[in-house]
């Protein structure tokens, strides 16, 4: 599980932008946000929220990044229904193990592997400055964005 003050693993990303980034030296400031599904009310909205703030993140010279395991076809869908200016990645599995965002959840007993929602962010360098975890959508982009501006 990588943490604040780790370096981020030697990983490359493509985004559905068609943007790749190595997360161990990514050469400006990267959000990565880690979301359970396309198209599901809290996943919706944090990407909203992202993409209403794109622009300032653009200027703060950070780049943002949302992952689930959706495929790119879903967030194709998902990109074009909403509008969203933030680029998506498909995880096969290899970032979120790598980052602990896989984990057990529970539902109405049942327990399942799933997404847990947490953001990273990881300087120029590699070095991951933040990390939430267990994030709770309401104010959390804007959150981001000011520790963004204060990297």
């Not at 993140?57 to 076809?73: C, E, L, W």
């Amino acid at each position: 599980m990588i943490d604040q003050g780790q370096q981020a693993p030697a990983l490359t990303v493509t985004a559905t932008d068609g943007s790749s980034v190595d997360l161990a030296a990514p050469g400006a400031p990267t959000v990565l946000y880690f979301y359970p599904k396309d198209d599901t009310s809290g996943c919706t909205r944090e990407a909203q929220d992202f993409t209403a703030l794109a622009s300032e993140f653009a200027a703060a010279g950070a780049r943002v990044i949302g992952v689930s395991r959706d495929s790119d076809k879903s967030h194709a869908k998902f990109i074009a229904k909403y509008d969203l200016q933030v680029p998506l990645a498909t995880d096969d599995g290899a970032l979120s193990e790598a980052f602990g965002t896989w984990v057990e959840k529970s539902m109405y007993g049942r327990k399942y592997m799933g997404m847990e929602r947490s953001t990273f962010l990881i300087g120029a360098d590699g070095v991951v400055l933040r990390a939430w975890r267990k994030v709770k959508v309401p104010g959390h982009a804007a959150e981001v964005l000011k520790a963004v501006q204060g990297a």
